[in-house]
């Protein structure tokens, strides 16, 4: 059977990235001033850092329909038989529904893997996906490992303030009446249990104390060299470089992904975010 991989600018792939490793790509939409940007085609982390220091208040919307119209005819087009989706969490964008429309349309069977988040783990899932593609693994078989593994996933995050997370609409109820209290330091969670929304974890006093906090709860879950780590932050190198350095001293061994966190999640986090992930590795992998 011939399956095809479709993720989108959520993972922080960018389109040639996608391309050179033979996955099919949609851009989420940025847009600041009224100006609309294709991430990860004309439109780069490091310039939506600027925009937010500049005071800029992006929003984000899912990629355009004319897009993902053309690119699942592509597909179509191309004779695949298949396609397995891996978009940004329906908790936090409508992309996953509207991908399953376009699809229906076309008559092309697709397969969407539930991330529960975004980043790397979404990333993760990509890419081990289109490996499994390649191996000839059947379809059923990637399925069952894809999911599994983004079943034991966890995302936790400590943003600088509320604000951006709250004018976007990200955050459940509970999350949002947090932003109005002073001297809190939220921790934020994506997961299963959160269902792909951002929820609270749990609040505390300092940064130091947060970022201990996110370290313990992923002590907790007991893992081991079959997982693989992550830190981001979107625009605070110091900082990320300090709890990076943290992780590894409490997970040595581990294979531990740093990056920036991706344009279109920065334009709701704001610049200073902090982020942790882990995810069960995928089997055969």
Known sequence: MKIAVI???????????????GIYYLPLQIIVNDKMYLDGENITVEEIYEFLRNGEMPTTSMPPM??????????????????????????????????????KRCELPLEVIETYTTCNIQRYLALSAIQLVKQGIELDEILTRLKD????????????DLQHLKRGGRLTPLA??????????????LNE?????????????????????????FKSA??????????????????????????QESFLG??????????????????????IQYIKKVKGL
Do not use: W
């Open 7 to 21: 993720t989108d600018s959520g993972s922080g792939l960018t389109k040639q990235q996608a391309n050179e490793l």
């Open 66 to 103: 004319g897009i993902m119209e053309e690119v699942f005819h592509e597909i179509k087009k191309q004779g695949y038989e298949a396609a397995i989706a891996i978009p940004l969490t329906s908790g936090l964008s409508s992309t996953c529904s509207v991908m399953q429309a376009c699809a």
């Open 149 to 160: 593994s983004a079943a034991n996933s966890n995302t936790l995050i400590m943003p600088d």
């Open 176 to 189: 949002a009446a947090l932003g109005g209290l002073l001297k809190i330091k939220p921790i934020l969670q």
């Open 193 to 217: 249990t959160s269902q792909g929304k951002v929820d609270v974890f749990d609040k505390v006093r300092t940064a130091s104390k947060a970022q201990q906090k996110m370290l313990d709860t």
């Open 254 to 275: 581990l294979d531990i992904y740093y990056g920036l966190i991706g344009a279109v999640i920065s334009a709701h986090t704001g610049l200073g975010c902090l982020g």
């Open 222 to 247: 007991n893992l081991d060299e079959t997982y693989t780590l992550t830190v981001l932050h979107s625009g605070a190198p110091e900082a990320g470089e300090k709890l990076k350095e943290l992780m």
